[in-house]
């Protein structure tokens, strides 16, 4: 008995110091920093677009995240997104959107730009800039003509009848060069303070 209580216990720490390493393994893969990184900031006067570019090629994954403020006259607007500079009918999305209580959702197929989200408008609480994440992979172009993507935002407005979260994703079918991404608002500008950063790996 002593002895099979003994060897129980060895296994048990075994399989636990197998389980640290295991776990030690996975938050190493999470944390890995990224092998390149860009960011382009609104300063000064506003801008029609943003755009990081320079982007290698042999990427496999970007993740970006972001701070937006336009200067058009709403609580909210779409933010779009650009591949290569590509402004054809290459951008297919769906995306889902809560306002207040309220879910809707929507899609297009062929569009000339993918929907990231969106940022406040001029008529938002001042100061105030939406925020969100976008996931694209493979970058590398080993799908050729199927650059995926994800997002998740959120858009706070004046009360809670302005307040938005969204997200969704999309599919870039272009066969541009994967070496820029390029954001615009739904109408007129970014307004200085607009910020993206971009990592990859």
């Keep these: 008995m002593a002895i099979a209580f003994i060897a129980n216990v060895a296994v048990g720490k075994l399989r636990a110091a197998s389980l640290q390493l295991f776990a030690d393994a996975i938050n190493s893969l999470i944390t890995v ?3 390149y990184t860009a960011r382009s900031t609104v ?6 677009s943003v755009t ?37 009918a290459n951008y297919s999305y769906t995306n889902y959107q809560v306002q207040n209580t ?5 899609s297009a197929h062929g569009s000339t730009s993918g929907v990231v989200g969106l940022c406040t408008g001029s008529t938002a609480t001042a100061t105030v800039f939406a925020t969100g994440t976008i996931l694209l992979t493979p970058w ?4 050729a003509g199927s650059l995926g993507y994800t997002f998740d935002n959120q858009c706070i407005g004046t009360a809670v009848a302005n307040h938005f979260i ?16 390029t ?7 970014f307004i200085a303070g607009t910020d993206f950063q971009l990592e990859g790996w």
């Design 52 to 88: 990081i570019s320079g982007i290698p090629s042999t990427l496999k994954r970007l993740r970006i995240t972001w701070a937006a403020r336009g200067d058009n006259a709403v609580q909210d607007e779409l933010i779009t997104m650009q591949v290569g500079g590509d402004t054809g």
């Design 166 to 181: 969204t997200g969704g994703g999309g599919m870039y079918s272009g066969a541009s060069a994967r070496t820029s991404v």
């Design 33 to 35: 920093s990224p092998t």
């Design 102 to 106: 309220t879910l809707t959702g929507g």
């Design 43 to 48: 300063v000064g006067a506003a801008v029609a």
């Design 183 to 189: 954001f615009l608002p739904q109408a007129n500008n």
């Design 140 to 143: 590398d172009n080993i799908n």
